[in-house]
């Protein structure tokens, strides 16, 4: 049973847009969210994380926001850049547990 | 600069035979592990170790074996590959101490077999 959920397979925005990408969880045990990027050819590089103790982090163009009661995250970039162009996953993991269950990914497209 | 490699980059191999795939990091991490990518499926965990001498096995750990001898290395190996077992493969490494340190992902070995 998936316990990182990502349901859009692919989303494309328009470059100087915002883009909004959707994670739900389903395993409330999970207390740490990070989401990786990865460019085709190479492998997922981190990107920002979160813990279950906040709400909101933001490092530069990237937000993440936490919403706990509905088991929700979602990453925004903003604003969109064509070198943002990759696959997005998010994923997980539980309290002093180094393993990270992954989220099956989003294609990002940012249109010129 | 420290880093993590994985080879080969690319491997053709029949089915039934052994395939063993390396991975290689120099950052001192305690943590590694194995993944598999495929369509439709992200990222699913295969086996991972903790430190020397520790392994677990992961979500898809069937047909796949680990040995940890030092802390730079964690071979994955195959016992007979399949067809099923055509994937692109990713070795990551953490610090671990389960403080939430992210992990740093290897290149790739993508693994056809016929």
């Known amino acids: 049973d998936q316990q990182v959920k990502q349901n859009s397979p692919s989303l494309s925005v328009q470059e100087g847009r915002i883009s909004i990408l959707n994670c739900d969880y389903t395993?409330?045990?999970?207390?740490?969210f990070l989401w990786y990027k990865k460019y085709p050819a190479e492998g997922p590089t981190f990107l920002i994380s979160i813990s279950s103790i906040k709400d909101k982090n933001e490092d530069g163009r990237f937000t993440v926001f936490l919403n706990k009661s509905a088991k929700h995250l979602s990453l925004h970039i903003v604003p969109s850049q064509p070198g943002d162009s990759a696959v997005y996953f998010c994923?997980?993991?539980?309290?002093?547990?180094?393993?990270?269950?992954f989220g099956k990914g989003t294609r990002l497209h940012i249109l010129p | 600069d420290a880093e993590i490699t994985q080879s080969p980059r690319h491997k053709i191999t029949e089915t039934g035979r052994q395939v063993t795939l390396a991975c290689h990091q120099t950052?001192?991490?305690?943590?590694m592990f194995w993944y598999r990518q495929d369509l439709g499926h992200g990222l699913r965990l295969i086996h991972y170790s903790y430190g020397v001498q520790d392994t677990n096995k992961g979500e898809v750990s069937d047909g796949y074996s680990v040995s940890r001898s030092n802390t730079e290395d964690l071979p994955l190996t195959l016992e007979s590959a399949a067809s099923s077992q055509t994937s692109v493969y990713f070795c990551?490494?953490?610090?671990?101490?389960?403080?939430?340190?992210?992990?740093?992902f290897g290149p790739g070995t993508r693994l056809t077999v016929t």
């Open positions: 990551a490494s953490s610090e671990g101490g389960g403080l939430h340190y992210e992990q740093y």
């Open positions: 994923a997980a993991s539980m309290n002093r547990d180094d393993k990270i269950i």
């Open positions: 395993n409330s045990m999970f207390d740490y």
């Open positions: 950052w001192n991490h305690n943590n």
